[in-house]
Structures are given as structure tokens and as C-alpha cells.
């Protein structure tokens, strides 16, 4: 039973522009979202957090947005650079602290 | 900082033999540390939890007794694939929780290639 989803597979995005990744969820336990970038043969690298109590965190180029209502989360890369390159994954913590349930992954691709 | 590595980075190994590998927090101390495992084009799977100084605590389907877990410190855990199978070659990525944080991150280790052959 798939709580976590990352409907979309693959985001190809031209340098410079926005990148906009989406995720939904079904639990609606779920007090805490993450998202995680992933290169190949490598562990997933912590990228940005939000709580049930905000809707929406910022840092840096990154940006997630949260909508309880739907419960649904985005997160937003801009400018896009070469080096975002890589699969995201979006992650969810609920009433068992510290467990996390993962998205399937968008892989990103930025173009020159 | 908040640095996990893992060792080996991979390993390949005949079927039957068990093999381990090593999960350390470099510059944090982490009561709580967990398992994955991450076959080609998919999410990450969470094989188990563990928290020093007692059992791990495994996701349903995983064997515990296949994936043997010790948690000896706050700086270690391993997980020992014992009596491997090809079935078993697998990306295996373990993670991190910093003791007395108030939110949920995790911090992963590079993860290990297993290949059982």
C-alpha cells in the first residue's frame, strides 16, 4: 500500500527554470515531509523539511509547498541547474517517530 | 556534518556465505539508525529499525533471521545478510537519526552494492 506517491517518473527541465515536483499522500498521520536528492549508486542527500504546521519552507533554491487540505506537497528548484540532476524523492513521518515512507522517486533531468 | 558512511561500498559474494556491512555515524551520535533496500528503478524500501542497545525492530516480509541487525553503540550498526542468495543482491543504504532531534531526518550512508552470485 503505496502512502507515499510521486505520480510523475521523470521531469525534464531546461537550466535556468523552474522545476516543480509533485507528491501526494494518503495517511493523514503524516505530520512531517522531506525531500531527498539521489544520484546513482549513492545515498539519498537531505535537500528540505516542512511540518504539518506550516505550508510552506524555503531554503536557498528550494522551496516546498505543503496543502493539508490536499494532501498534497511540491517542491519547487529555481533557477534549475545542471547539478539538480538526479532522482528526488519525496518522504513523509508520521506517529512512528523517525520512520519514513518514500515516494517512487521523479527523475530529474536538467538541460543546457 | 551529520556524515554516515558504510562499508563496503560493495561487495560480491557466492551464494550460502553470509556477509556484513557496517553502518557508522562519523560526527553524531545516533540512538536510532535504519535499514533500506533499493532494487533498480525503485523507491527505497525500509527492511528494519534499529536502536542500540536493543532488538531491531523489522518491517513485515523482511526475516530477521536472514537480516541479522546489531546496534552494539551509538556510532554502529550492522547488518549481516546470512546464507546469501541471488534474490538478495540488492542496494543496501542505511541511515541515521541524530539522538535528541526534534524532527525526523534521517542522514543516509552512501549505501552497499551486494551482488550474490
Known amino acids: 500500500d503505496q502512502q507515499v506517491k510521486q505520480n510523475s517518473p521523470s521531469l525534464s527541465v531546461q537550466e535556468g527554470r523552474i522545476s516543480i515536483l509533485n507528491c501526494d499522500y494518503t495517511?493523514?498521520?503524516?505530520?512531517?515531509f522531506l525531500w531527498y536528492k539521489k544520484y546513482p549508486a549513492e545515498g539519498p542527500t537531505f535537500l528540505i523539511s516542512?511540518?504539518?504546521?506550516?505550508d510552506k519552507n524555503e531554503d536557498g533554491r528550494f522551496t516546498v509547498f505543503l496543502n493539508k487540505s490536499a494532501k498534497h506537497l511540491s517542491l519547487h528548484i529555481v533557477p534549475s541547474q545542471p547539478g539538480d540532476s538526479a532522482v528526488y524523492f519525496c518522504a513523509a513521518s508520521g506517529n512512528s517517530w523517525g520512520k519514513l515512507q518514500f515516494g517512487a522517486g521523479t527523475q530529474v533531468v536538467v538541460t543546457p | 556534518g551529520a556524515v554516515v558512511s558504510q562499508h563496503p561500498s560493495w561487495v560480491i559474494c557466492k551464494s550460502g556465505t553470509s556477509v556484513k556491512i557496517e553502518c557508522r555515524s562519523l560526527d553524531f551520535q545516533a540512538t536510532t539508525m535504519f535499514w533500506y533496500r533499493q532494487f533498480p528503478k525503485q523507491s527505497l524500501m525500509l527492511m528494519a529499525t534499529s536502536n542500540e542497545g536493543s532488538k531491531a525492530t523489522y518491517e513485515q516480509g523482511v526475516e530477521k533471521d536472514k537480516f541479522l541487525i546489531n546496534h552494539a553503540s551509538l556510532t554502529l550498526s550492522t547488518l549481516t545478510v546470512t546464507s546469501a542468495h541471488p534474490e538478495d543482491s540488492s542496494f543496501y543504504i542505511c541511515?541515521?537519526?541524530?539522538?535528541?532531534?526534534?524532527?525526523?531526518?534521517?542522514?543516509f550512508g552512501p549505501g552497499t552494492r551486494l551482488t550474490v552470485t
Open positions: 516542512i511540518s504539518s504546521i506550516k
Open positions: 541511515s541515521a537519526s541524530p539522538s535528541g532531534l526534534t524532527s525526523p531526518e534521517q542522514y
Open positions: 495517511n493523514s498521520m503524516f505530520d512531517y
